[in-house]
C-alpha cells in the first residue's frame, strides 16, 4: 500500500505563488510516475503535471506550462508542484497521484494507483 498525503495548499492573490508538496509512504520503491491532478466545483479532474520517475521526464499541461514546475526528493519521497503566476482559473482542489507499472501516457487520472486526499488552492482576483 501507498499513502500520498498533500500539503501546501490555500488561499493567494492573482499573480501570487505557493508550493504543493506530496509525501509518498509505503510502496515507494518501484514508484513509475507521480502526477499533479486538479479539479475545479462543477468540472472534471484535469491533468496538471507529472514526472517519469527513470528518465525525470517532465511533462505538464498547456494551462500551466510556464508557470507550473514539478520536480522531486528521492530521499523524502517526495514531490512538489511550485506554482507561481497564479490565475482564478487556478482554483481547483490538487490531488497527487502514482503510478507502479508502466503506462504510456501520464496525462489520464484513470492510470494512476493511488491518490492522495488533496488540497484545496483558492486564487483570488
Known amino acids: ?3 500520498l498525503v498533500e500539503s501546501g495548499g ?3 492573490q492573482a499573480g501570487g505563488s505557493l508550493r504543493l508538496s506530496c509525501a509518498a509512504s509505503g510502496r ?3 514508484t513509475y510516475a507521480m ?3 486538479r479539479q475545479a466545483p462543477g468540472k472534471e479532474r484535469e ?6 520517475w527513470r528518465d525525470v ?5 498547456d494551462s500551466v506550462k510556464g508557470r507550473f514546475t514539478m520536480s522531486r526528493d528521492n530521499d523524502k519521497n517526495t514531490v512538489y ?6 490565475k482564478p482559473e487556478d482554483t481547483a482542489v490538487y490531488y497527487c497521484a502514482a503510478r507502479y507499472a508502466f503506462i504510456a501516457r501520464l496525462t489520464r487520472d484513470y492510470e494512476y494507483d493511488y491518490w492522495g486526499q488533496g488540497t484545496q488552492v ?3 482576483s
Open 122 to 124: 483558492t486564487v483570488s
Open 81 to 86: 508542484l511550485q506554482m507561481n503566476s497564479l
Open 35 to 37: 502526477g499533479w491532478f
Open 47 to 52: 491533468f496538471v503535471a507529472a514526472i517519469r
Open 28 to 30: 515507494t520503491f518501484s
Open 57 to 61: 521526464n517532465l511533462y505538464y499541461a
Open 1 to 3: 500500500q501507498v499513502q
Open 10 to 12: 490555500g488561499l493567494v
